[in-house]
C-alpha cells in the first residue's frame, strides 16, 4: 500500500506570509496528487491535482509542485481565508486511494 | 449545479447495521466513478470505497472490507453504502464523492456532499 506523509503537521503563519506544505508518497505514485482544503466545520475543497493543476475557481496564489516522490503546495501570500487544513492524496491506481494525515495552517 | 446529498446517518450499536444513501444532481451520474470518504471526530479524511460507473468493479480499504458494500442505481442517481458489523472506530461523517478527470487520468475527488454522520456507540 501506498503512504503519505505530510510536513509540517502545524504551520503558524501571518497573513501575507508565503507557506509551503510538503506531502512525500512511500512510492512513485506518477503525477498523480491532489491537494484539498478543509475549514473547520466545512467539507473539504479540491485546490490542485495532478500535482499542479489549479481546480476550478481556486486563486492563483496556490500552486503545486514535484519532485520525484516529495510534493509540495505553496501559498505565495497567505490571506485569512487560507486558514484550514490542507490534505493530499494519491491516486496512482485510480482504484485505491490514501490521504496524508493533514497540515493546519494556523494564524502566528 | 453539480449536488451530492448523503442521508441515513444516525445512532447504532455495535454490531448494528445502517445504510447510507447519497442522491447526485447536475451531473450525468452514470459517467462517473464514485466514492465514501469517511472523518473521524477531530481526525483526517479516509477513503472507504469506490465504484465504476457501472457497478463491475468495487474496491475497499482494508479496514472495511467484508463488511461495508458500496452500490449504485444509476437510473436513480443514486449511490449507497451498506454497513454491517460496526464498529467505534466507524464512527465518523461519511461523504459522498464524485471521482474527476477520465478514467486515464482521474482519481481526485472533484465534487464533496455535505456528509452524513454516523455513531457507533451503546
Known amino acids: 500500500d501506498i503512504q503519505m506523509t505530510q510536513s509540517p503537521s502545524t504551520l503558524s503563519a501571518s497573513v501575507g506570509d508565503r507557506v509551503t506544505i510538503t506531502c512525500r508518497a512511500s512510492?512513485?505514485?506518477?503525477?498523480?496528487l491532489a491537494w484539498y482544503q478543509q475549514k473547520p466545520g466545512k467539507v473539504p475543497k479540491l485546490l490542485i491535482y495532478?500535482?499542479?493543476t489549479l481546480g476550478s475557481g481556486v486563486p492563483s496564489r496556490f500552486s503545486g509542485s514535484q519532485s520525484g516522490t516529495e510534493f509540495t503546495l505553496t501559498i505565495s501570500s497567505l490571506q485569512p481565508d487560507d486558514f484550514a487544513t490542507y490534505y493530499c492524496q494519491q491516486y496512482s491506481s485510480y482504484v485505491l486511494f490514501t490521504f496524508g494525515p493533514g497540515t493546519k495552517v494556523d494564524i502566528k | 449545479e453539480v449536488q451530492l446529498v448523503e442521508s441515513g446517518g444516525g445512532l447504532v450499536q455495535p454490531g448494528g447495521s445502517l445504510r447510507l444513501s447519497c442522491a447526485a444532481s447536475g451531473f450525468t451520474f452514470s459517467s462517473y466513478r464514485m466514492s465514501w470518504v469517511r472523518q473521524a471526530p477531530g481526525k483526517g479524511l479516509e477513503w472507504v470505497a469506490n465504484m465504476k460507473q457501472d457497478g463491475s468493479e468495487k474496491y475497499y480499504v482494508d479496514a472495511v472490507k467484508g463488511r461495508f458494500t458500496i452500490s449504485r442505481v444509476n437510473a436513480e442517481k443514486s449511490l449507497y453504502l451498506q454497513m454491517n458489523s460496526l464498529r467505534a472506530e466507524d464512527t465518523a461523517v461519511y461523504y459522498c464523492v464524485r471521482l474527476g478527470g477520465t478514467e486515464k487520468e482521474g482519481g481526485y475527488f472533484d465534487f464533496w456532499g455535505q456528509g452524513a454522520l454516523v455513531t457507533v456507540s451503546s
Open positions: 512510492q512513485s505514485i506518477s503525477s498523480w
Open positions: 495532478k500535482a499542479s
